[in-house]
């Protein structure tokens, strides 16, 4: 290699002389000369560009690999479309996706003669989408600066997912550079825009079959549901990735300080183990589920964050934070977390207040989402089993077992137990709301959001779901209905007041 390397060196800037060097190589020295990373790109564009007639009777494993180094679309077009046009359809899809050409050569590709005729073949038989999918990610490339554009190039693209179901890498490349483009663009984006429904209908078409929401379908739910929340403006930057290293690996971090989230799309792989009997397609659509959970735990870590911030600014007086149950709780949790650190923080994940309320948040906030934009794509008996997990949840927050009984307790004593355990200091206990006569459906959601006390009969109701006597797909639609009938029957069994 190092004969044929001073080679090409000293002919570079003689390119009749490089050329005819070149038509004397045999394909496994080309090969290895577009294998080599030592070599000079420029000679290597130059090779492909210039001495075409040798490349073109490359083998195609290796003829594909070399189109990688073209750069002149113009090039592209004039000097390989005889060779394209000869082409199978299977070589023409493994020239697409396997090439790494050049996207605006890759836009010169489907003007060549018999890239239409099998774009049309493919349009009539309805046997595959490979060519479909490619032309409209092709469009997106040419049209993808205004917001216009983006948002009639989505509704195209949520048709054309209706009518072709079944993935392939085609389509998946279609989905990713279309999110792309949406998270790119996203501050200009408005909640109303059907940009929004188009990428909650990708999520369900990727749901409905059985595959793994992606980064990028991660990544604009995000965006979508934090614009929904109204809680933009506190995370600046959203990072969604593969594992960390990090020994407080978990599924997200949010740095409150930055405004920055993490999300770990592999935390779930490593920490669910599934029976040997539970189908794939079971599985994805369990992880894909506890994704949009778990993603609602962190919206409520920034929902307090907001909380905080907007009690920050007007606070003036000690005696005011002391007497804020919800911003209080914060306070002593932020110090504890301070005093123990990450590690032992995770350790005792559910011990600290902050994270039991952001997962009785997520538990509400998952189930209105869910029931919402996805509820007809996850099968309705593994909505029922998560209900019921997660009303039993619920009651391990609100409850504690003794020796021979379940002792009511609030989430926020038992972080206050929690906390004397480690720092003996002279921090009060966290005040708690005493119980109203009657407390109305978001009334009693708040204190729940807060760790403080509620009605016993709303424990009793999370017993009734997570025993199976009540059956649902949407926890927090029921418990609103559960508690209505309850006041609703207490009400008329009070004597009424009569005149005279």
């Avoid at 983006?150 to 392939?168: A, H, R």
């Avoid at 965006?223 to 990090?246: A, G």
């Avoid at 999370?462 to 029921?478: M, P, W």
Wanted: glycine content about 4%.
């Amino acid at each position: 290699m190092d004969y044929i390397y001073k080679e090409l060196n000293q002919r570079k800037e003689n390119l009749v002389s490089l050329i005819e060097y070149v038509k004397t190589l045999t394909d496994k020295e080309l090969e290895d000369i577009f294998d080599n990373e030592t070599i000079n790109r420029n000679i290597k564009t130059t090779i492909v560009e210039i001495g075409y007639e040798r490349i073109k009777r490359l083998p195609f494993a290796i003829f594909i690999k070399s189109l990688y180094y073209i750069k002149n679309s113009h090039l592209f077009l004039v000097n390989y479309k005889d060779k394209i046009n000869v082409l199978s359809k299977e070589e023409l899809i493994s020239l697409i996706y396997n090439s790494y050409l050049d996207n605006d050569c890759l836009i010169e590709l489907t003007k060549i003669e018999i890239f239409k005729k099998y774009l049309k073949e493919e349009q009539e038989s309805k046997k595959d989408t490979s060519l479909q999918s490619f032309m409209l990610t092709a469009e997106l490339y040419i049209k993808k600066e205004q917001i216009e554009d983006i948002t009639y190039l989505g509704n195209k693209i949520e048709k054309f997912l209706e009518g072709n179901p079944i993935y392939n890498e085609g389509i998946d490349l279609l989905i990713n550079y279309y999110l792309s483009i949406v998270i790119e663009k996203y501050k200009e984006i408005d909640l109303e825009n059907d940009i929004n429904r188009v990428g909650i209908a990708i999520m369900n078409s990727c749901i409905k079959n059985h595959k793994r929401l992606s980064h990028n379908m991660l990544k604009f739910y995000i965006l979508f549901h934090l614009k929904e929340l109204d809680l933009d403006e506190y995370c600046k930057e959203i990072i969604v990735t593969e594992n960390t290293d990090d020994k407080s690996f978990a599924f997200g971090d949010y740095q409150q300080n930055i405004g920055r989230l993490r999300i770990f799309t592999d935390y779930l792989d490593k920490n669910i183990k599934f029976n040997d009997e539970v189908p794939e397609d079971l599985r994805i659509d369990y992880l894909n589920l506890m994704e949009l959970q778990m993603l609602s735990h962190e919206f409520g870590h920034i929902e307090k964050h907001r909380e905080v911030e907007i009690f920050q600014q007007g606070f003036n007086d000690y005696g005011l934070l002391l007497k804020n149950t919800s911003i209080y709780g914060w306070y002593k949790n932020a110090i504890l977390k301070i005093f123990l650190g990450s590690e032992m923080y995770n350790k005792f994940h559910g011990n600290f207040l902050e994270e039991v309320r952001a997962d009785i948040y997520s538990i509400f906030d998952s189930s209105i989402q869910i029931n919402k934009y996805f509820k007809n794509v996850f099968p309705e008996e593994l909505l029922q089993s998560i209900n019921r997990v997660n009303a039993k949840d619920i009651i391990k927050f609100y409850t504690e077992e003794k020796k021979t009984e379940i002792k009511r307790i609030t989430p926020i004593e038992k972080f206050d137990t929690f906390f004397k355990q480690y720092l003996q200091t002279q921090e009060k206990d966290i005040p708690q709301k005493d119980l109203e006569e009657e407390l109305s459906f978001d009334e009693i959601i708040n204190r729940l959001l807060i760790g403080t006390k509620i009605p016993e009969y709303v424990v009793d109701v999370f017993y009734k779901i997570a025993n199976g006597e009540i059956i649902t797909t949407d926890i927090y639609a029921e418990l609103k209905k559960q508690i209505i009938e309850i006041q609703c029957s207490y009400n008329e069994k009070q004597p009424k007041n009569t005149i005279g």
